[in-house]
């Protein structure tokens, strides 16, 4: 136990320096298009936060953690709304926030069971105790799956846009978070009209906080 701690703790003040240079999921997923007789492919490019557009960056708080400034990696409000929901027979749907994320994408293995969920918490209490807000939008934003074989904003940018993340309009911005919830399904190329109504949320939601001054001095 004490070598799990000592580990994972110099592990969370490793990333807090050094960028994550690949992630279980990224492995995962080329050995996945590997068997599907498809080339190894994991494309992603690293972006200085101060570098990623801040409609961007709006746009990943409005879209996927509205209360991500404030809370301390978990947002319980949010957690008890999707229990409520998923306990009435709607679609499913999570309470996972960006930070919450992070620990996962980053740290952890993908699947779903009570272990993983449980290491998922204590990753996202070591990330919110040791690193900043921005690194985590940072480390968000440059590691999450956009795509197929595409990590990362910078990369998704380059794919679907043929622009760097630093220079992003509110729309396009919008169109890149939609596509999080499945990025292997849908794609800010083609969005359908589902995800037109997301971006149309999300660009919503961006004004509401802007309005509250959620995001005033938040970056």
Known sequence: MLWFFAISIFWVLLYKFINPPITYL?????FERKF??????????WKNFDELSLNLKKAAIAG???????????????????????????KMRGGSTISQQTAKNVFLWSGRSYIRKGFEAYFTFLIELFWSKKRILEVYLNMIEMGDGIYGAEQACQTYYGKSAD?????QAALLIAVLPNPLKWSPAHPTAYIYHR?????RNIANLERLGVLKNAF
């Open 26 to 30: 990224m492995v995962e997923r080329g």
């Open 36 to 45: 599907e007789g498809k080339d190894w492919k994991i494309d992603k490019k």
């Open 64 to 90: 996927e953690d509205a209360r991500f400034i404030s809370h301390h990696g978990f947002d319980f409000e949010a957690i008890e709304k999707a229990y409520d929901k998923n306990k009435q027979g709607k």
């Open 167 to 171: 220079n992003l309009s509110k729309g």
């Open 199 to 203: 971006q149309y949320l999300i660009l």
